[in-house]
């Protein structure tokens, strides 16, 4: 029903800076809450970034806030990652997700994934 899939992905020295996008497909995707979650190596799956459906609420989780930017396009069927002052300790596959909860403080499960893109920073 909902199909994500993420890009802009790659490797980039520390202090630089990286956007991810992903691209959604679905009938009724614009209005799902939509964020970023992330992996680091020897790490569980964290939370990163939401956004709600009309772009006018976000959260970040404290390890970017600041650094780190959500947003998403007119439409509402494609969410970016800007990513800012990048460190080491950012590196790890970025995974797209969605739900259809109306809520960004209800995102801890979200229904819909992406496949992951890597981020690498080097020092």
């Known amino acids: 029903q909902v199909q994500l899939v993420e890009s802009g992905g790659g490797l980039v020295q520390a202090g630089g800076s990286l956007r991810l996008s992903c691209a959604a497909s679905?009938?009724?995707?614009?209005?799902?809450?939509k964020g970023w979650f992330r992996q680091r190596p020897g790490k569980e799956r964290e939370f990163v970034a939401v956004?709600?459906?009309?772009?006018?609420?976000?959260i970040y989780a404290n390890a970017v806030k600041g650094r780190f930017t959500i947003s998403r396009d007119n439409s509402g069927n494609t969410v970016y990652l800007q990513m800012n002052s990048l460190t080491p300790e950012d590196t790890g596959v970025y995974y797209c997700?969605?739900?259809?909860?109306?809520?960004?403080?209800?995102?801890?499960?979200?229904?819909?994934w992406g496949q992951g893109t890597q981020v690498t920073v080097s020092s």
């Open positions: 679905g009938r009724t995707f614009s209005r799902y809450t």
């Open positions: 956004i709600s459906w009309s772009g006018g609420s976000t």
């Open positions: 997700a969605a739900d259809p909860t109306d809520s960004v403080n209800l995102f801890g499960r979200p229904a819909y």
